[in-house]
């Protein structure tokens, strides 16, 4: 079974500008979580979603958004960028309900704002 | 509100010896709790999923074990190898449905 994809892997952007990162579950996962990690604050979780819903959410500017489809993909949408939004961000999956949530990480994206 | 420690933040080891990384939770109503392993610049790998209701698990050189009353968990890994260097996160589900909370992470380093 293949794992959990995410694109692009690197990212170069410019402050004010916006981002769109993209993540593939693993097949037959409903669940997706995104986090983002940087040296300073760790990993930070941002949003978790489930068929298509928004079921938890972390403390993050509303400049950060995500979404859910049908088929389980989902992305997240960081609008104008800062400097302090460079870092790793991880999506996970889950097969909610079933193997106790037990979630598997994607290889993650690495966003440098310039 | 529920919080994940991990000391000490780095431990360096010679190869072969057994070791303990620690975990420790405020809060013992948890649902699970989760051990990663991250090696730098990469996403992170599932290593064990202990559920609540269980004391320990089991994967080749690793044990991980928990204790809710006591808000702890440990990762034991035996005969450590160069390869295992990599920094260690565990991670605990309050609830079926909430979000997961991460310490901070065990930064290992196996010296040959």
């Known amino acids: 079974k293949a794992g959990v994809t995410q694109t692009p892997r690197y990212l170069i952007k410019t402050r004010g500008q916006q981002v769109t990162l993209s993540c593939s579950p693993i097949?037959?996962?409903?669940?997706v979580s995104w986090y983002q990690q940087t040296p300073g604050q760790g990993l930070q979780f941002l949003f978790e979603?489930?068929?298509?819903?928004?079921?938890n959410k972390g403390n993050f500017p509303g400049r950060f958004s995500g979404r859910q489809f049908s088929n389980s993909r989902s992305e997240m949408n960081v609008s104008t960028l800062e400097l302090g939004d460079s870092a790793l961000y991880l999506c996970?999956?889950?097969?909610?309900?079933?193997?106790?949530?037990?979630?598997?990480f994607g290889p993650g994206t690495r966003l440098t704002v310039t | 509100k529920q919080e994940v420690t991990q000391i000490p933040a780095a431990l360096s080891v010679p190869e072969g010896e057994n070791l303990v990384l620690n975990c420790s939770f405020t809060?013992?109503?948890?649902?699970?709790l989760q051990w990663f392993r991250q090696d730098p610049g990469k996403g992170l790998t599932s290593l064990l999923l202990?559920?609540?209701?269980?004391r320990e698990q089991t994967s080749g050189r690793l044990n991980a074990s928990l204790d809710k009353s006591s808000g702890r968990s440990t990762l034991y890994i035996a005969a450590s190898q160069p390869g295992d260097s990599a920094t260690y996160l565990c991670?605990?589900?309050?609830?079926?449905?909430?979000?997961?909370?991460f310490g901070s992470g065990t930064r290992l380093s196996i010296r040959p």
């Open positions: 991670a605990v589900r309050p609830g079926s449905a909430s979000k997961i909370i």
């Open positions: 996970a999956s889950s097969p909610y309900g079933q193997g106790g949530y037990e979630q598997y």
């Open positions: 809060d013992s109503a948890i649902y699970n």
């Open positions: 979603y489930f068929s298509e819903t928004q079921r």
């Open positions: 097949s037959g996962h409903r669940s």
């Open positions: 202990i559920q609540s209701s269980q």
